[in-house]
């Protein structure tokens, strides 16, 4: 087990081109990433077709990508590497309401499968259109939501990504939980 100083000190390294800190960094990340990535797709539809291997291989190619973060912490990390799956599964979603045909989906019922997925894509288009709105009125709300809800990060760890307290962190929180709320109420 890697200590959090440790995964740290590799990010500082990988953000100032140490290329072999990366590769000592994601065998010590990728249980977190799974994780996370396990979190994304127990909210998706049973039939998915994306798995979460695919998840965290897309999002692995894409953090390694980040040239221009200055990763502070391994909290830092988690919440960017949050932010890219649900960016990743939104943009699926998207993709997936577009097709008009199935290919080799799972079989089930037209009603049973009509149900289960355009809710399941509804909503998560919904929530990802009121985060949008919500980052324009209040950034740092937003965050919060993607680190805690997407993310899987604790209070602690959210308040030490974007420095402040604990106690702004769970009002950010309250705040947005009933934002967002009313706002995709009104959407539908």
């Known amino acids: 087990m890697s200590s959090p100083s440790e995964i740290t000190t590799l990010l500082v390294d990988w ?13 010590l990340v990728e249980r977190e990433l ?16 994306l798995q979460t291997t695919a998840l965290i291989n897309e999002t692995y190619l894409r ?17 960017i590497a949050a932010q890219i799956m649900r960016r990743i599964l939104s943009n699926y979603a998207r993709d997936q309401k577009r097709a008009k045909r199935g290919g ?26 009121a985060l949008k709105k919500l980052a324009i009125e209040d950034e740092r709300k937003s965050q919060v939501v993607e680190l805690k809800y997407f993310g899987g990060l604790s209070v602690e ?27 995709i109420s009104h959407g539908e």
């Open 15 to 27: 953000g100032k081109g140490d290329k072999n800190a990366l590769d000592r960094l994601f065998p």
């Open 157 to 183: 760890e959210i308040a030490e990504v974007l420095d402040v307290s604990e106690i702004t962190v769970m009002r950010d929180w309250k705040y947005a939980r009933a934002w967002l709320s009313r706002e």
């Open 63 to 79: 953090l390694v990508d980040q040239n221009r973060v200055h990763w502070q912490n391994r909290a830092h990390f988690f919440g």
């Open 104 to 129: 080799g989906a799972v079989q089930v019922s037209l009603s049973r499968a009509a149900i289960l997925s355009n809710e399941k894509t509804t909503e998560l288009i919904a929530l990802d259109e």
């Open 34 to 49: 799974h994780r996370l990535a396990h979190s994304y797709m127990r909210r998706e539809n049973p039939d998915h077709t």
